[in-house]
């Protein structure tokens, strides 16, 4: 590899979350001393992983199919979706194993500072849901934060007249905590305490 090329590499690593330029160098010595086990896989898995991965045009899941392997899974409670704002608050709310309805990403929250609006968001899409699916509970899993707090708000009013329960996740999440970053146990018990918004 030339000079150049380690550069990129360490430049492309930096930009990941949670590696710094330091953490990056030190990824990318380890990648490079270990060329055959680590990087050439490495390197295919992501061209496979960017080539296969698609975005559920029901839920905005990530998933090598489409629909999503949750929106397709007839034992899913179909009348339940829980709104989330990222996949990554997806994924913390699977981790539980404790929630058996479907799913709803945002794609982000409404936040006048960064100028997203609801046209900006999913939310569309989800008023679509709960007016043609039969929706039953629609649950506001959105951070604990004033954004998120904001959304749930905003799609609570929304789905007030698609005669839609609308609840939230139960405190114990942290006022400003992020799904991703919580355990599973507080996860858990969030979801089985929810209320409405």
Known sequence: MSEGAIEHLIQLLARLPGLGPRS???????????RESQMVPLARALAEAAEAIRTCST??????????????D????????CVVEDVADLWALERTASFRGRYHVLGGVLSALDGVGPEDLNIPA?????????????????????????????IAERLHDAGVK???L?????????LDYLDEGTLQAALKDRRPV
């Open 74 to 81: 007839p034992r899913r409670d179909a009348t339940l979706v």
């Open 24 to 34: 990056a160098r030190r990824a990318a010595l380890h990648l490079v001393k270990r």
């Open 126 to 154: 989800l008023l679509a849901r709960a007016r043609d699916d039969g929706l039953a509970e629609v649950i506001m899993a959105t951070s604990a934060t004033v954004d998120g707090q904001t959304t749930a708000h905003y």
């Open 166 to 168: 609308v609840t939230g």
């Open 59 to 72: 839920c905005g899941n990530i998933d090598t199919r489409d629909p999503c392997a949750i929106c397709a």
């Open 170 to 178: 139960a405190h114990g999440v942290p006022v400003g905590g992020e």
